[in-house]
Structure formats: structure tokens, C-alpha cells
């Protein structure tokens, strides 16, 4: 499953992953592999994710670039300012208002 997460002036992940979990509207859910296409709102709150086998790119607040890895297994946190997520054939989109921090 793949996933790319925006904010409006920059990427802040790319690739390959196992499952995220986002605050909802509603509340709390996690996508995995197989999930079904799904468009939803995002309260402000915290967004998980484990990364798989593959590349991934990641943003580096120090340097304000995107950097390569290929760690599977990783779970990177980060808080968002709400946004939209949609699910599609095992690729999702995180469309957010802003990140206040990455936790690698």
C-alpha cells in the first residue's frame, strides 16, 4: 500500500506502508492493505503510520528537505491541523492543513 501526505507548501511523506492510522471525523480509524475506497474529513490530531519493505521519503524539519530511507517496520507520528484522507486500490492520500511535528 502506498501514501502520500501533503500539506499546501509541501510533501511530507511518500511510500510504501503497512497501515495509518487518522483522527476522524468521527473518530479514530486505521487503513490496511484491502481497505475499502473510503473519502473522510480529519479532525485535528495525531496520524500514525508503519512503513513497509521499499523506499520511502520523508521530511526533515532541521534540513526542510525530503529525505530517502528503506526501513520497513518504522512508525512515524505527526500532528496535523485536520484535512481530508481518500482510500483507492491500496493508495492512500492525506491532504492536511499543516504539520506540527515528525517523530521518526
Not at 492493505?33 to 523506499?55: F, M, N, Q, R
Not at 530517502?68 to 493508495?91: R, S, Y
Request: charge should be negative; proline fraction near 3%.
Amino acid at each position: 500500500m502506498t501514501i502520500t501526505v501533503l500539506t499546501p507548501d509541501r510533501q511530507i511523506f511518500n511510500g510504501n506502508i503497512t497501515s495509518v492510522k487518522v483522527p476522524g471525523t468521527l473518530g479514530e480509524f486505521q487503513v490496511l492493505k484491502g481497505h475499502a475506497p473510503i473519502v473522510s474529513s480529519l479532525e485535528a490530531g495525531k496520524v500514525s503510520l508503519v512503513t513497509a519493505d521499499g523506499e520511502h521519503r520523508v521530511f526533515d524539519e532541521a534540513s526542510g528537505t525530503l529525505h530517502t530511507a528503506a526501513d520497513a517496520g518504522k512508525k512515524i507520528t505527526f500532528q496535523i491541523g485536520g484535512g481530508f484522507i481518500e482510500v483507492l486500490n491500496d493508495e492512500v492520500s492525506l491532504l492536511v492543513r499543516g504539520v506540527k511535528e515528525v517523530v521518526k
